[in-house]
């Protein structure tokens, strides 16, 4: 018997495997996808463009997601794998190119939906021909990837059944497409999946969060590019990125470290569990959450830069404004959500938080925008500031949890601000 050539041979992940580059690579273009959604939300910035833009990204955060779990079974830049990670980025570049055309194709060239849905299709038929090929040696994960293969062609079949409609019906059948995975998914249960290496798994998540706060930044830039520089622009470029570095504070100083240490102290199918929930499900919002913040930053750099004939005193309005502060709050109750699966309790203040920014909205409609966004600013940085001293001696515990580890304190304790202040 031939045996396989060593080149071409699937290299399994080890524990304390970390991010390798060609996976950094695969995310590179997600970063385009979430620019490309971004630009499709600013073209029409109505509830219809919003749920489209919405539909698009929890489309393609699904083929990452499946890659990040492929890529902590196998090593991505290993074997066949390298190559098929290739082809898989090529198509999922062609995805996000076409997204413009989602769901109205442009007079000429192809069609649009349809190319949308086939690359959607070769991107998940990829991942799921090498999950079979990594679980040739592991009974339960080759039955759980055989259980999670129908809710995969339902979702990508009706795709390509909504690219032959137009209007809502096309729009309904996108949702019932995601509906069918995500549910799907969820209903093919846990008990084969692999997570050989939590902190590999936790880290991609983290580097993906950073992405989309990436694409935010990216959008302010964007927003001001065909402009003359002035003081109005400086001020709300310094104010946007306030945002999305309270933003970031609010996810790594302490969130992600604890979630971390969660994921890698379960076993067996309760981490799998873990790690589908409180990352594959549970990340998404807060995504979602980023790429508005990102569409309404954009729209207050092109108000206060003086853009299709605004002036500085006009009030942000409408989506855009929603975006602005709802998506913020949309990430703070993500984070709310998180921390509950992990460690089984509520963040009080970032609920309040989260619901102190969605009643101010109505308020920052009677502002201009970049008053708007500076009463955001001051909420959201406001929400970090009060954390960072409220619980100061607790979240030194937990980013030194090791220290105090061998020290003798009770490390559980330090992964839980509220318990142990209660303590």
Known sequence: MTETPRRARMAPVGERASVTPLELFFDLVFVFTLTQVTALMAADPTLRGLLRGVLVLSMLWWCWVGYAWLGNVVRADEGIVRLVMFAAMIAMFVAAVTIPEAFDDLPGGLHGPIVLAAAYFAVRLMHLLLFLAASKDDDGLRRQVLRFAPSMMVGTGLLLVASQFTGPVQTALWAAALLGDYVGTLLAGASGWRLRSPSHFAERHGL?????????????????TALPISWPIVVASALGLSVCAALWWAYFDVVALVAERVLTKASGEQQARLGRDSYSYLHLP?????????????????????????????????????????????????????????????NRQRVIGALLLLALIPVASQLPALAALGLLTACVCGLIA????????????VRHQEEITTSGADPQLSADPERTEQT
């Not at 993906?208 to 001001?224: D, F, K, P, T």
């Not at 206060?304 to 998506?327: C, M, S």
């Not at 009060?386 to 515990?397: H, L, T």
């Open 208 to 224: 993906v969060i950073i992405v989309a706060l990436g694409e935010s930044i990216v959008s302010i830039g964007i927003g001001v």
């Open 286 to 346: 807060m995504i979602i959450g980023i790429v508005l913040l990102a569409l309404g930053l954009k729209k207050v750099l092109g108000y206060v830069g003086g853009a299709d004939g605004h002036t500085l005193a006009d009030p942000l309005y409408g989506v855009p404004l929603i975006a602005l502060y709802g998506g913020p709050a949309l990430y703070l109750l993500a984070h709310v959500a998180f921390r509950l699966r992990n460690v089984h309790t509520v």
């Open 386 to 397: 009060y954390e960072a001293v409220r619980f100061a001696e607790v979240r030194e515990k």
